[in-house]
Nanobody, 122 residues
Framework: VQLQASGGGLVQAGGSLRLSCAASGRTFSRYTMGWFRQAPGKEREFLTG????????YYVDSVKGRFTISRANAKNTLYLQMNSLKPEDTAVYYCAACGTSYEWRCQSYVYWGQGTQVTVSS
């Protein structure tokens, strides 16, 4: 499975970015997908996940109401719309695919994209 994240960049606080993650190599529509991030000096943290049909989404509190995960199965693409960005959102953002099909709350993300840098200036 190959995952290619894109869409990162430099944005001012309060701004928005939309990340994309193109998937190939297996049936995208069978798997829960997620977004993670890793800030300098910190561990990688889970942000949000979306079930294989897109009908179930879940978020950590720090991004709830500001970030929106979505997917287009026909395009094998995952998205993360990020609004009201804060300097503390600065990190490398990773998309990930669950290792087990049809597991809406994924227990193990095993496939990872290369990451895309998001920098939010104050």
């Amino acid at each position: 499975v190959q995952l290619q994240a894109s869409g990162g960049g430099l944005v001012q606080a309060g701004g928005s970015l939309r990340l994309s993650c193109a998937a190939s190599g297996r049936t995208f529509s069978r798997y829960t997908m997620g977004w993670f991030r890793q800030a300098p000096g910190k561990e990688r943290e889970f942000l949000t996940g979306i079930s294989w049909t897109g009908s179930i989404t879940y978020y950590v509190d720090s991004v709830k109401g500001r970030f929106t995960i979505s997917r287009a199965n026909a395009k094998n693409t995952l998205y993360l719309q990020m609004n009201s960005l804060k300097p503390e959102d600065t990190a490398v953002y990773y998309c990930a695919a669950c290792g087990t099909s049809y597991e809406w709350r994924c227990q193990s993300y095993v496939y990872w994209g290369q990451g895309t840098q998001v920098t939010v200036s104050s």
